[in-house]
């Protein structure tokens, strides 16, 4: 079975700058997709950002880009220029293909980020 | 465009009673889920339907059924509720034309149970 691991529970950030979350996983696939998903507080999930496992290169969408190091297992979340509508809590998810139509989400514990002003 | 919505936002059941959470898609999606949310905890997959009239078990089942009534709709239903199902359920839906498809989540469902 897959697991996703994020060591911080919770990170702070001063308006405008950068912080990056850390997400590790465990699996013995090769291909895989990797996503990082954003809950604020009024709990909707919310997409922030999205890997395959066969590109190398890493993704990025506006401010927020990711760290990919297949070998390390490592998939971790950089924002940049932090903003106040950044606080929230941050998943790191893995999905697999489970070999017929169906692809399954594996969530991590979560992040909980928050922004000062 | 509403995506995936769900009813209702919050309900209070007691231990033994029997409720059912709706959930619907709008965007012509294949696949449904339902995933419930624990206090430090990520999302666990209760049950997820890859395609109408089809309906698979994920991670933690148990106490729950699901009926994929339409391509639209897909509802949880908790037949006896217990404590332990106190938690937050998201519905969510994805296109499954290819692997990788992102999933869409409801704004979800606030349950308790005493």
């Known amino acids: 079975a897959q697991t996703v691991t994020q060591s911080q529970p919770e990170m702070s950030v001063q308006e405008a700058e950068t912080v990056t979350l850390s997400c590790t996983y465990d699996t013995s696939e090769n291909n895989y997709y990797l996503f990082w998903y954003k809950q604020p507080p009024s709990r909707q999930m919310i997409l922030v950002i999205r890997q395959e496992a066969y590109k190398q290169q890493n993704a990025t969408e506006n401010r927020f880009s990711v760290n990919f190091q297949k070998a390390a297992k490592s998939f971790s979340l950089k924002i940049s220029d932090s903003q106040l509508g950044d606080t929230a809590m941050y998943f790191c998810a893995f999905m697999k293909d489970s070999g017929g139509s169906n692809y399954k989400l594996t969530f991590g514990k979560g992040t909980l980020l928050t922004v000062n002003p | 465009n509403a995506g995936v919505t769900q009813t209702p936002k919050f309900q209070v059941l007691k231990t033994g009673q029997s409720m059912t959470l709706q959930c619907a898609q709008d965007?012509?999606?294949?696949?449904m889920y339902w995933y419930r949310q624990d206090p430090g905890m990520g999302l666990r997959l209760i049950y997820y339907s890859a395609s109408e009239g089809t309906t698979d078990k994920g991670e933690v089942p148990n106490g729950y059924n699901v009926s994929r009534l339409n391509k639209r709709e897909f509802s949880l239903r908790l037949e006896s509720a217990a404590p332990s199902q106190t938690s937050v359920y998201f519905c969510?839906?994805?296109?499954?034309?290819?692997?990788?498809?992102?999933?869409?989540f409801g704004p979800g469902t606030r349950l308790l149970v005493l």
């Open positions: 965007m012509n999606h294949n696949s």
């Open positions: 969510a839906s994805s296109a499954d034309d290819s692997w990788g498809e992102t999933q869409y």
